[in-house]
């Protein structure tokens, strides 16, 4: 039997996880359960999968559901310290770290440092902190494996062979709802516009990341640490349907693809249950017949200024790339509550990058450091308006 925690049960990944742990009740244990303030979802959840502990960031909302679940005995923790009880919790083996943003980095340390095996989710973390993830990883025996659809899908291309014959990973990308427009016709975008993805139903940030395909800048940093290639060997390719979720081109040129329809449950299953496959009797399955065409094209680097800004970052290393992340969360919050606009996101990066000066390997302090200054230095431009 397999024991769970999920920090960020109440969103987009959280959910399906919890999908998947319906369809094999047997199978899985739900022990700890994390969100920030969504408590009647998080009650429903409670009451379904009786965790023995869960944590409600924000503290008023730790109260109030106190209130609401007394009949059931379930302690709710608040505050960074209740996130890092439930990912710690002795009576668990597994942490699925879908939480959304840097907040996760703490975390999913703690988990590890516990012996936790991860199943990762939030990439935000792996991109700061991948130097010191991935070697914590090996030093405590735990596996960290990819939720992310484009990482599992490199992933299972990558079951039976050895890395070092990778030639290159291509990493598929949909190009977002705004693919094939221009820089001009983007500035008027507004978030009701931009939270429109084509092929994925998923949370606001990755949604507006995915918008700016800043999201795939943040991937290809994911799978540098995920799978220890160079980023150069590393290509974004856009492919519109989201049908091939990413592929291995082997040095004797063969290529290695998973295809699937896209449905993040499957990935999920497959981190949860990895090495075995399991039958998933949820959702559609890919007709192949029925497939009228897949696509394949460049990123438009241009227009999608925020990919080749985060590629750069990830190729500067050390503490840009906490940097890029820092500034892109600041930035979409604030484009989300209406007060930038779309293009202002790259803008906004591309600014605190310039402003920051290297540090080659930071460690956690300095990277949470980073992160404040970079919210700091974009807020600064925000309120002045400049
Ligand atoms: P959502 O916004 O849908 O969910 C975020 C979850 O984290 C919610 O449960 C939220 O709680 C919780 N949360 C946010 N802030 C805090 C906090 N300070 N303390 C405690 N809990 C918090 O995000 P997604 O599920 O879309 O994404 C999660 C991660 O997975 C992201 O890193 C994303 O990039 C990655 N990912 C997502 C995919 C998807 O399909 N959605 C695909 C691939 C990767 P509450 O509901 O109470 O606000
Ligand atoms: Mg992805």
């Given at each position: ?22 369809e ?8 700890a ?10 009650e ?99 596996s ?7 990482h ?22 949909s ?10 016709s ?61 592929m ?139």
């Open positions: 039997m397999k024991k769970i925690a999920i920090l960020g049960s109440t969103g987009s990944i959280g959910v399906q996880t919890l999908d998947i742990v319906r094999h009740k047997d199978d899985i244990q739900v022990r359960l994390v969100a920030h303030s969504n408590i009647k979802l998080l429903d959840q409670i009451r379904e999968f009786m965790p023995s502990l869960v944590c409600v960031y924000d503290e008023k909302s730790a109260k109030l559901l106190r209130e609401n679940i007394k009949d059931i005995p379930v302690k709710v923790e608040a505050g960074m310290e209740g996130i890092i009880a439930c990912a710690t919790d002795e009576t668990t083996d597994t942490v699925v770290t879908a939480l959304v943003g840097m907040i996760g980095i703490l975390p999913t340390i703690e988990a590890i440092k516990a012996g936790k095996n991860i199943c990762l989710a939030n990439k935000e973390t792996l991109v700061t902190a991948g130097h010191i993830i991935m070697p914590l990883c090996k030093e405590k025996g735990v960290l494996l990819p939720i992310d659809s484009e599992s899908a490199i992933f299972q291309a990558i079951q039976g062979e050895e890395i070092k014959s990778a030639h290159k990973i291509i990493l598929t990308a190009g977002g709802p705004f693919r094939g427009l221009k820089k001009s983007l500035q008027a975008i507004t978030p009701k516009d931009a939270l429109k993805h084509p092929n994925w139903s998923m949370g606001a940030k990755i949604t507006i990341d995915s918008a700016t395909m800043i999201n795939k800048a943040l991937e290809v940093m994911e799978a540098v640490w995920l799978f220890d290639l160079p980023i150069d060997q590393i290509q974004v390719l856009v492919h519109p349907q989201s049908i091939i979720h990413s291995v081109e082997y040095v004797d040129g063969s290529i290695i693809a998973q295809l699937g329809l896209p449905d993040m449950r499957l990935p999920i299953q497959y981190a949860l249950f990895y090495p075995n496959r399991r039958t998933m009797k949820l959702g559609k399955r890919l007709d192949f017949a029925g497939l009228k065409q897949l696509t394949f094209e460049e990123p438009d680097m241009d227009t999608f200024f925020g990919l080749k800004l985060g590629i750069s970052a990830g190729k500067l290393g050390g503490s840009m790339p906490t940097v890029f992340n820092a500034a892109n969360e600041w930035a979409v919050a604030r484009f989300l509550d209406g007060r930038i606009g779309f293009m202002d996101i790259p803008d906004l990066i591309n600014k605190a990058m310039d402003n920051h000066r290297l540090i080659s390997s930071p460690s956690l302090d300095e990277i949470l450091k980073i992160e404040n200054e970079t919210y700091d230095f974009i807020e600064g431009i925000v309120e002045s308006g400049k």
